[in-house]
């Protein structure tokens, strides 16, 4: 078409389709909830052009009339895909784990910092459940839902390791005021710093709103300046007391930079992550071995090798940095978990070599336990070859056979046999494990 003749209504709607488009990306970001002020922001500011739209006069021609809805569907699409955002049944459950969170801390540790005695001693318990919890939540890949749960992560695990840092190692100091005219003034700084801390935790907590980030990092900043301003000059032991005090400024520096790094990609998108990598390196080469023992069936002169490989797939596991992030942790956890049950399926293929070949007497209640060791061996194949979801047929059928053995060791009566009763507590120990396995494979989780 030509620009020059070009309708001044469809010119109008492909100027505003322009700015829709430059908003795209906003709500591809948002990660937050309706009552947000970025959710309010960008909704008002696609209802306006919404209205923009309607206002444009179509004058009756077909053209400007098709192009004017197309305008709006996008418009309307953005509104939509804006609203399922923010309402995703998984992003209110990182917000209802958060605001449990957000509990924990006005209960605990608000009072520790307003002169209470101490942090209790089942926080530490709590906060850890609460960021398995969050770690579990499903993102399903959405960047929003990833970025909900890393931002959530981040603050909470901050708050974690605020309070074990500071129960850990407190300053060894303070030093008599008498010692240096410095003294004074490092006490007081410190003093400061501790009230600092527990702001810093109300802030991100959102527990407070007598604060902001940029006003504590003023203070922060303001205090670092006051110590770097003392003259110590020839006072190591005054030296090492302003140094520490100093550490604590900028580790609590560190904590206010948290809502900038959610923003960025990496923080929050794990499959990047070099210990990610290494992880899904690890998991790729077990695949291969499962593989290998799946199809040969019965080789023992393969087991020992696929062992010993395997134990080293696990040494490797134990070298994957943290980075002290729950999520990398978890898929550690997963990834241990996953190698461990195929040594497992190992080990017991190898027994049930070897007892082929055992002879002469034996209890019967011991010889019941042993075939169901060897059914549930099949059944742990079938696992291991699994890959779906709890809503699958193959699932809930291997659930049941699981079960079904489960009350078959329930029926076996040791008589008293203390190698009875051994060897069927085992094969009971075996099935639920094999059962969690079940569980962790099909519960659809990612990073």
């Known amino acids: 078409m030509d620009m020059g003749n070009q309708h001044p209504s469809i010119s109008r709607l492909q100027e505003i389709q322009k700015e829709v488009k430059g908003i795209e990306q906003h709500v591809a970001g948002f990660s937050g909830l309706p009552n947000d002020k970025a959710y ?25 009339q098709q192009a004017r809805k197309r305008a709006a569907q996008e418009t309307e699409r953005l509104l939509k895909e804006l609203e399922q955002t923010a309402n995703h049944p998984h992003r209110i459950e990182i917000q209802n784990i958060f605001q449990e969170a957000q509990a924990l801390v006005e209960e605990k540790i608000v009072p520790f910092y307003s002169g209470g005695n101490c942090v209790a001693d089942e926080f530490e318990e709590s906060i850890q459940d609460i960021i398995l919890r969050l770690t579990h939540v499903k993102t399903g890949g959405k960047v929003s839902l990833r970025k909900a749960r890393h931002r959530t992560l981040a603050r ?11 129960m850990r190692r407190q300053p060894s100091l303070p030093l008599s005021e008498d010692a240096h005219p410095s003294v004074a003034k490092i006490n007081a700084v410190m003093c400061d710093v501790n009230k600092a801390r527990g702001t810093l935790i109300a802030l991100l907590m959102g527990v407070s709103n007598d604060e902001t980030c940029r006003h504590l990092s003023c203070v922060l900043s303001g205090l670092m300046a006051d110590l770097d301003a003392l003259d110590v000059c020839g006072h190591t032991e005054i030296r090492n007391y302003r140094r520490e005090v100093v550490e604590d400024i900028n580790k609590l520096l560190k904590y206010l930079d948290l809502e900038e790094e959610a ?20 998991l790729s080469r ?14 023992p002169e393969l087991y020992l090798s696929s062992k010993t490989e395997l134990q080293g797939l696990i040494g490797q596991l134990d070298e994957v940095s943290l980075e002290r992030n729950p999520c990398i942790r978890e898929a550690r956890r997963r990834a241990v978990i996953a190698v461990q049950t195929l040594i497992t399926h190992v080990d017991l293929k190898e027994a049930l070599e070897k007892r082929k070949s055992f002879v002469g007497e034996e209890h019967p209640s011991h010889r019941a336990v042993w075939t169901i060791l060897g059914h549930l061996s099949e059944i742990l194949g079938e696992v291991l070859s699994f890959d779906g979801n709890r809503t699958d047929k193959n699932y809930i059928r291997l659930e049941e056979l699981l079960t079904k053995q489960l009350l078959a060791l329930d029926a076996v009566d040791p008589q008293g046999e203390e190698k009875c009763k051994a060897a069927r507590k085992q094969a009971v120990k075996l099935a639920q494990s094999i059962l969690s396995y079940l569980d962790l494979k099909s519960d659809q989780w990612e990073y």
């Open 156 to 166: 909470v695990c901050a708050v974690q390791e605020i309070i074990e840092d500071c």
């Open 40 to 64: 309010k922001d960008l909704e008002r500011t696609l209802m306006k052009q919404l209205f923009e739209i309607d206002s444009v006069d179509t004058e009756g021609r077909g053209d400007v």
């Open 286 to 299: 077990m695949r291969e071995v499962k593989n290998e023992l799946l199809q040969a069936q019965s080789r």
């Open 263 to 282: 923003d960025t990609t990496h923080a929050f998108d794990l499959g990047q992550n070099h210990s990610i990598i290494k992880i899904e390196k690890v």
